[in-house]
T-cell receptor
Framework: TAGITQAPTSQILAAGRSMTLRCTQDMRHNAMYWYRQDLGLGLRLIHYSNTAGTTGKGEVPDGYSVSRANTDDFPLTLASAVPSQTSVYFC????????????FGPGTRLTVL | GQQLNQSPQSMFIQEGEDVSMNCTSS?????WLWYKQEPGEGPVLLIALYKAGELTSNGRLTAQFGITRKDSFLNISASIPSDVGIYFC?????????????FGKGTKLSVIP
């Protein structure tokens, strides 16, 4: 099985432009998450979804939005990118929320110029 | 909010040596997880701990859930070059009513052949 896939693998984006990072899982997990990883700061949660149709804000939600129209997909949108959003973005999923293990995608490296 | 202190930040060790890293929390967790991240990839789960005092092994890896529920350690015995990577601890407090994990900032391990 594919597990979790993310697209694109990397992207260079001009400041002020919008972009959607895609995440798809084929494990029928209820919960999905978006993290950003920055040097020296570790993994920080941006948004999460406990189940299809619901979303919640994580530690660093400003400038990002998410939707969860179905179980498999959890896109992350940057409406107007800024250079501070340059980061590596990871999508993750789990079957019973965080008491079960989270499985991570391969990541999207985003550079905002 | 909850904070995890992970140490050491980085380690350089000789192949064959044992490695020990730990995480301490400012508050109690019900679950401790240890992940490994290799360059260009997402974190991969190594060991999950669900009970205070639990000691769990996965090959050459051993992790323990501290009795106070505020700490955990990971040991790697007889290190080999493929152990290189960044190791993250993560904790979850089910009593907080959320599915979010709190991550440590990682321990970067380098193994000298």
């Amino acid at each position: 099985t594919a597990g979790i896939t993310q697209a694109p693998t990397s992207q260079i984006l001009a400041a002020g432009r919008s972009m959607t990072l895609r995440c798809t899982q084929d494990m029928r997990h209820n919960a999905m998450y978006w993290y950003r990883q920055d040097l020296g700061l570790g993994l920080r949660l941006i948004h999460y979804s406990n189940t299809a149709g619901t979303t919640g804000k994580g530690e660093v939600p400003d400038g990002y939005s998410v939707s969860r129209a179905n179980t498999d997909d959890f896109p992350l949108t940057l409406a107007s990118a800024v250079p501070s959003q340059t980061s590596v973005y990871f999508c993750a999923s789990s079957s019973q929320g965080s008491t079960d293990t989270q499985y991570f995608g391969p990541g999207t490296r985003l550079t905002v110029l | 909010g909850q904070q995890l202190n992970q140490s050491p930040q980085s380690m350089f060790i000789q192949e064959g040596e044992d490695v020990s890293m730990n995480c301490t929390s400012s508050s109690i967790f019900n679950t401790w997880l240890w992940y490994k991240q290799e360059p260009g990839e997402g974190p991969v789960l190594l060991i999950a701990l669900y009970k205070a005092g639990e000691l769990t092994s996965n090959g050459r890896l051993t992790a323990q859930f501290g009795i106070t529920r505020k700490d955990s350690f990971l040991n790697i015995s007889a290190s080999i070059p493929s152990d290189v990577g960044i190791y993250f601890c993560a904790g979850h407090d089910s009593g907080a009513g959320s599915y979010q994990l709190t991550f440590g900032k990682g321990t970067k391990l380098s193994v000298i052949p």
